[in-house]
């Protein structure tokens, strides 16, 4: 199977600040899709980005599937931001996702 | 559209018990069902892949027989952790998929917290 990578693993910010989330990918993906995962253990959609830029709100995310990476950005971050990001590629026609091992952000007041 | 609910959120259940988890699709016909596993401050691992009327495929290192899996219908697969030991405790979520025709994006249920005592 394909290999999911993410950096950094750990992220502390200010609330205020933006950051970049990195996703690189070891082939090429059918889809891919960013999530949040709350404290709760909840899976949160953000994006669906087989290719190109999508935004929503705050967040924002770029997948340039030619060279296998997706970005994700967080701008002016609030602490409700806080939890760990994953990004997950679907290598078959199922949907079956391969997820990476996540980036936990911490955004502090 | 595309809901998943996962029933119950949470359960605690005696070493040697078995549990049932239930994953529904609530307004679509899930064709396959994905189940995941996550361990405290891990990424989510897939367990198995489960068809509707056929037997579950399992990833490597998953036992079968301890982790079954029934998904008789195109709206209900069903997670059974049997003869439960502490090792099982974790976060059981899944996912699915009407066969992923229309390219639209895989949704979760919000997961099932097993502790096993």
């Known amino acids: 199977g394909i290999q999911v990578e993410q950096s950094p693993p750990d992220l502390i910010l200010q609330e205020g600040a933006n950051s970049t989330l990195r996703c690189n990918f070891s082939?090429?993906?059918?889809?891919l899709q960013w999530f949040h995962q709350n404290p709760w253990g909840q899976l949160i959609n953000l994006f669906y980005i087989p290719s190109g830029t999508k935004q929503n709100g705050r967040l924002s995310a770029t997948t340039v599937a030619t060279e296998r990476y997706s970005l994700l950005y967080i701008s002016s971050s609030q602490t409700t931001d806080s939890g760990v990001y994953f990004c997950a590629g679907v290598t078959d026609s199922w949907g079956k996702l391969q997820f990476g091992a996540g980036t936990q952000v911490v955004v502090t007041p | 559209g595309a809901v998943v609910s996962q029933h119950p959120s949470w359960v605690i259940c005696k070493s040697g018990t078995s549990v049932k988890i239930e994953c529904r699709s609530l307004d679509f016909q899930a064709t396959t069902m994905f189940w995941y596993r996550q361990f405290p401050k891990q990424s989510l691992m897939l367990m198995a892949t489960?068809?509707?009327?056929?037997?579950?495929?399992?990833e490597q290192g998953v036992e079968k027989d301890k982790f079954l899996i029934n998904h008789a219908s195109l709206t209900l697969s069903t997670l059974t952790v049997t003869s439960a030991h502490p090792e099982d405790s974790s976060f059981y979520i899944c996912?699915?998929?009407?066969?992923?025709?229309?390219?639209?994006?895989?949704?979760f249920g919000n997961g099932t917290r097993l502790t096993v005592t």
């Open positions: 489960s068809n509707e009327g056929s037997k579950a495929t399992y």
């Open positions: 996912s699915a998929s009407n066969g992923f025709q229309d390219n639209s994006p895989l949704h």
């Open positions: 082939d090429s993906v059918n889809n």
